[in-house]
């Protein structure tokens, strides 16, 4: 049964938590704005979009452990939508697995923070970019965790555009026919993609029957409620023996209102000028959320 997560603000936990998720995902995004005032720029629409999906995760749901990023037991996260992996890093970087300073490496000659992510660094999973890779990988991850008798999780997190590969539809029907319901897929939905609106492209809807119709518990919510992500994440497996995704609604960009919805988002260099109002904006948004 395709079910909604629900939209209350704030609900397990709690106000100041909540808070804290919140600067957490500004300050995330604050570093892929660096990042993004470096010389080769980098993908910053679907980085943000994604920002308060991948902070639920790291700070709230995931269990993990930055001193033991191969403990055997640890939860698993693959970025399939590597080419937003200046979001991971950030996240990473947040969470404790690199030095924060790194950040200001990436994309230069010698740096291990590339373009897209690799195992080099330090909580990444599995090299991937290549989009339609992800899911199956989890796949993998997934029936390895339970082969060698761990309870942990694997986390999924893709491009709506990304559902337009085939191979992505092939890894639900194997997760769904073995039964693997420690794998958890999030679809980033922020409807856009390089070349325009997805649905444009390649009509998706009803998305969740379709992913319904392949076998997995579904629930839908609003990408950027950290509480209802926490809440929603946190309580995979929805249903015993299924696989569980959850269709993140979200806005590419979501932070920077003058880049919000755009597909010149997709991509960023920014100038100095842009640098400095993006940092400014964000700024404001950090004393809001620290009062």
């Not at 922020?190 to 998706?204: E, F, K, P, V």
């Not at 990408?223 to 809440?231: K, N």
Request: proline share 4%; aromatic share 6%.
């Amino acid at each position: 049964m395709t079910t909604t997560a629900g939209t209350e603000t704030v609900g397990a936990i709690g106000d100041t938590r909540l808070g804290e998720l919140r600067e957490r995902a500004t300050r995330i995004r604050e570093h892929v704005a660096d990042m993004c005032a470096g010389p080769e720029g980098g993908h910053l629409g679907g980085a943000y979009s994604a920002a308060d999906i991948m902070t639920a995760l790291y700070f709230d749901v995931m269990n993990l452990d930055p001193d033991r990023p191969d403990a055997p037991e640890r939860d698993r996260f693959v970025l399939s939508k590597g080419h937003a992996a200046v979001g991971l890093y950030a996240t990473l970087a947040e969470r404790g697995y690199l030095p924060v300073d790194e950040l200001a490496t990436y994309a230069r000659p010698g740096s291990r923070l590339m373009g897209h992510p690799v195992r080099a660094v330090p909580g990444v999973e599995a090299a991937t970019g290549s989009l339609g890779h992800g899911l199956a990988l989890g796949c993998g991850f997934a029936l390895g965790a339970r082969l060698d008798g761990h309870d942990s999780r694997t986390f999924v997190l893709m491009g709506d555009g990304e559902l337009q590969e085939g191979s992505v539809w092939e890894a639900a029907i194997g997760a769904a026919s073995l039964g693997l319901d420690r794998l958890v897929a999030v679809v980033d939905r922020n409807s856009l993609q390089l070349t325009g609106d997805t649905d444009s492209i390649a009509a998706m809807e009803p998305l969740a029957d379709r992913w319904r119709g392949f076998g997995w518990a579904v629930q839908e919510a609003d990408g950027h409620d950290l509480a209802t992500l926490v809440r929603a994440l946190g309580t995979t497996p929805w249903e015993p023996g299924r696989p569980s995704v959850l269709i993140a609604r979200t806005v590419k960009g979501r932070g920077l209102p003058f880049l919000e919805g755009r597909t010149a988002c997709h991509y960023v260099t920014f100038s100095e000028r842009n640098h400095a109002k993006a940092r400014a904006v964000l700024g404001r948004s950090r004393k809001e959320e620290t009062r």
